[in-house]
Structure formats: structure tokens, C-alpha cells
């Protein structure tokens, strides 16, 4: 998977309020040796109405520590642009003492667990409850 180029922003989709995302299209894929933290990813990224925030850290514990301590420090220093975020949560098992403290600072809970997409909101599984979705069959003749 690619990573998200730097000029793409979500930041005019003011409806967004919640954001689940994989860390991996955040950093793309790293060669060991780099070492270039992108630590302002999210806050270019993100709109000014986010609610919430859920980073899944399958990868780059560090790159992903690094971005959110951005993201804190930058709440912190602007107040007025990202007025709604209340919840950040990184997992699986993302404990930093250091990052809940600075959340808690902003007043936004800061959670070191995150599950599944399809278990916080089950109803994006499909009308089928397995993820997927039927469709027609255009080539019926029925349809002619």
C-alpha cells in the first residue's frame, strides 16, 4: 500500500468527524534505514471537525508515536484547530504515558487500545453481516 501523498488533505470535508485509519497509508512502506519522521501527517491530514481518531498500528510504532505527539503539541498550541477532537486512540497496545498526558492536557481522552473497525461500528459489515455486498446480475435476461 502507498502512502498518502502530502497534498492530499481531508481538511474540506467538514462533515468528517470520525477517522479510522491504518498506519500504513499514513507512512507507506519504510525501508528500515529511514529515518524521516513525518510527525505532522495527521495534522495535515485531518479536518478541523474530528471528533475522534483511531490509528491502526500494524506497523512503524515509532513514525506513529511521533505523529501523534505532533498532533497533541499542535492541539496545544492551536486551540481553535481541532476544536472537537475529544478521543485519539493507537493500538494494538500503544501504552505511552507521555501521549496520554499531553492528550489529557488538550482535554482529549487518549485510548492505548483499538479494535477492529467491524466491532466499533458492526453495522459496516453489509446487510449479510459477513462484509460483503450482493449485487445484481446485469447479465440476467430477466432484466431485458
Not at 507512512?27 to 524521516?36: A, D, M, W
Not at 478541523?48 to 506513529?64: C, E, P, T
Not at 505532533?70 to 498550541?77: N, P, V
Request: overall charge positive; charged content about 25%.
Amino acid at each position: 500500500m502507498r502512502k498518502i501523498p502530502p497534498e492530499l488533505s481531508l481538511k474540506e470535508f467538514s462533515a468528517l468527524k470520525h477517522v479510522f485509519i491504518n498506519s500504513i497509508p499514513l507512512f507507506g512502506f519504510i525501508q528500515k534505514r529511514e529515518q524521516n519522521i513525518d510527525s505532522e501527517v495527521l495534522i495535515r491530514l485531518l479536518p478541523r471537525s474530528i471528533i475522534s481518531l483511531a490509528v491502526k498500528k500494524n506497523h512503524y510504532r515509532n513514525f506513529v508515536k511521533e505523529a501523534l505527539l505532533g498532533l497533541a503539541d499542535w492541539k496545544s498550541q492551536n486551540p481553535g484547530e481541532f476544536p472537537n477532537l475529544n478521543w485519539v486512540a493507537c493500538g494494538p497496545k500503544m501504552k505511552s504515558s507521555t501521549l496520554a498526558s499531553l492528550f489529557k492536557a488538550v482535554g482529549v481522552n487518549f485510548d492505548a487500545k483499538v479494535r477492529s473497525l467491524s466491532q466499533i461500528k458492526p453495522y459496516l459489515n453489509g446487510p449479510n453481516a459477513d462484509s460483503t455486498l450482493v449485487f445484481p446480475n446485469w447479465d440476467s435476461e430477466d432484466d431485458l
